[in-house]
């Protein structure tokens, strides 16, 4: 079980590194190579979830901060805090 829960993960961080745009690449993919190794298997299926979605909707999501789901708001608060685009909760 946490053989195949090591695979997505590893799966899940390529598919971070090769988003398609360099601006993606590097900004998905570097927070992946922070966040992914922590994650439970469900963290994982969400973060997979959230890959399938075209870079240019992510890309404005992540500028913006405002995506039109509710669904991956904490990610994205996540991703833009990790970048420093947003300010943190401490």
Not at 10 to 38: C, F, N, W
Not at 52 to 59: A, E, T
Not at 80 to 88: D, M, Q, S
């Amino acid at each position: 079980m946490a053989d195949d829960l090591d695979v997505r993960r590893r799966r899940a961080s390529y598919r971070a590194h090769h988003r398609g745009t360099k601006e993606m690449d590097l900004l998905v993919g570097r927070y992946a190579d922070v966040r992914i190794p922590a994650w439970s298997e469900e963290a994982v299926q969400h973060f997979e979830r959230f890959l399938n979605l075209p870079d240019p909707l992510l890309q404005a999501w992540i500028f913006s901060g405002e995506p039109e789901s509710g669904e991956f708001q904490d990610l994205l608060n996540d991703i833009r805090v990790f970048h420093r685009l947003a300010a943190g909760t401490d």
